[in-house]
């Protein structure tokens, strides 16, 4: 029997949750709409409103929005897109490989929104040269994108949430979700190509016109700031590099620096946060003007839901449901299981950013009676790969789609559904194969 | 299906703000509409003349021949409004001398670039007029896919001239394709 205040709480959360799916107010004013509710009930305490927002989440997310900023500016992303058309030399199957997999690794290592809402554009203006329907290599651009964004910790908001609760490293992300971002991509890939291979051929005369044409776009001429490129290229593989070594930079820098304990480790927070300062530093640019392209609303949006969330475990709720649940499982397999589909169905429905917030804190409480370690990667594959089932189960989607609306181009929610569905299935399968062969479950 | 365009609508919004905007402006070589990808056919050609056009420049013709199918018109305009003057400061005699002397120069003018361009395979027809240098071409223009400009149309000084005004404000006003030779 639920009592008052955890009534309100809930009606709070759903309520929250209704209104950021539906959108008719933003995201963000809707989040923080509801941390005010319950702040103001008293169900999260002022003083330890600060405790329950994920600052690593945070700060991660600011050092490489600003990282990417400047990035921008130079004309990096509109320089990889005209290199990676030349790359396909005419060929459509070419272009739908090739996008595809520069979107999937560009995705694991900066924003999905951003690469996606960079790469679209040359994407349709390719296949309106090609004069091909755009929508498979639409699609495509949107799965890639969610499948590398799960490679990595940075690749995702999710996997950055779950790295920064459950304190997994960076190179733990590479080895557990990289393999499996890999040979999804590789099933997706082969996926499209039966599927709409056929209507993706051109004739040999009409491949050398589109070339030719592409062969025209200037990949140098795209760079607007040379040395601010190299700069950010520089910069950007530091950055990863550190990501690499972050939880053993101690041993690295002990050995230039006596003084350092080698047991020193740098949160993924701080390595963002050292590379934005550096690349600030180094490129001159204004920083107001930097600062002010931060996406505050979605640093906001993550701030609202971490106390909503907050008010769920205070109010007992979070715990009742992990008793519940650990009730129902008896092997740690079955718990993957439910974690796996339930996360990866959900975020097809809510978006996979609130869902991971709230199981989050379920996950954290199970841990008490269960080894939940292979519990945040069935979270990651769910949260990450359950981003490709609907329209709307993540960013990357929508920017893909609103480009595309925009400029003509309409995908329906059920013609998504269709392809999306399918290869939620697919890749989460695989996924979970590979994880319980990981753990030793099979 | 209204409810999820108008609800990608929003989240895109949501998410994107107003950084499409500024997409546009960067990509906008790329976000071409189908009729702007189409190159655009040129059928109809137009060159005016005037008195400032001293020659004919050898170039002309191996440019204009890259359209095989396009049909040119020259146009020979004497300006309406310094004959008015004559006119009205001499005499009608006067006036009409005027006319006359600049459209025998313009018959040469006209003669010389027919023969260069029908040399080209280029088919060519002819007018003279009595007009408003500027306003006149700004009128008939949308007829033609293609103004091709002398650059020292409607210059005051052709011997001096680089680029007439006449010419960069046509070249600025016109909404086809120009060229300036």
Known sequence: MLTIIQLITLVVFIATYILIIDERIHRAVAAMAGAAVVVFLGIVPWDSVLTHIDFGTIFLLMGMMIIINIARQSGLFESIAIRTAKMANGSPIMVLILFSVVTAVVSAFLDNVTTVLLLTPMLLYITKLMNLNPVPFLMAEILS????????????????????????????????????????????????????????????????????????????GAITDPKLFKKSVVVILLVVALFFIHSSIGVYLNVIFPFVDPALTLEPAEVALIGAAILLIWSRVQPEEIFEKIEWTALFFFAGLFVIVGALVNTGIIEMISLYMIDMVSTPFEAMFIITWFSAIASAIVDNIPLTAALIPLIHDMSATMDVYPLWWALSLGACMGGNGTAIAASANVVVLGVAAREGISISFMEFLKVGMVVLVITVAVGFVMLCAMFGML | MRYYEDLIKRKFKGLVGSKYEM???????????????????????????????????????????????????????????????????????????????????????????????????????????????????????????????????????????????????????????????
């Open chain 2, 23 to 181: 997409l546009q402006k960067e990509y906008r070589e790329y976000m071409l509409t189908e009729e702007e990808m189409r190159p655009r056919e040129i059928k109809k050609i137009l060159i005016p003349l005037d008195f400032s056009v001293t020659s004919v420049p050898d170039s002309i013709g191996a440019l204009l021949s890259v359209y095989e199918t396009a049909a040119v018109t020259l146009i020979f305009i004497t300006d309406e409004q310094v004959h008015d003057i004559i006119k009205a400061s001499l005499s009608p005699e006067a006036g009409e001398e005027f006319i006359r002397t600049k459209e025998e120069y313009g018959t040469h003018l006209l003669d010389d670039y027919e023969k260069s361009l029908t040399a080209q395979n280029i088919s060519c027809k002819r007018r003279m007029i009595v007009g408003n240098k500027r306003q006149d071409i700004l009128k008939i223009a949308p007829d033609f896919d293609l103004i091709a400009i002398p650059k020292c149309y409607a210059s005051n000084n052709p011997n001096v001239c680089t680029v007439s005004g006449d010419a960069i404000i046509l070249a600025q006003s016109l909404g086809q394709p120009t060229i300036v030779f």
């Open chain 1, 145 to 220: 994108s969610n499948i590398g964004g799960a490679a990595t910790l940075i690749g995702d908001p999710p996997n950055i949430m779950i790295a920064s609760s459950a304190g997994l490293t960076f190179n733990e992300f590479i080895t557990i979700m990289g393999p499996i971002a890999l040979v999804d991509m590789v099933i997706i890939i082969i996926f499209f190509l039966v599927i709409y291979g056929r209507s993706m051929k051109v004739t040999k005369e009409e491949q050398k016109v589109i070339a030719k044409t592409i062969n025209s776009l200037d990949e140098k």
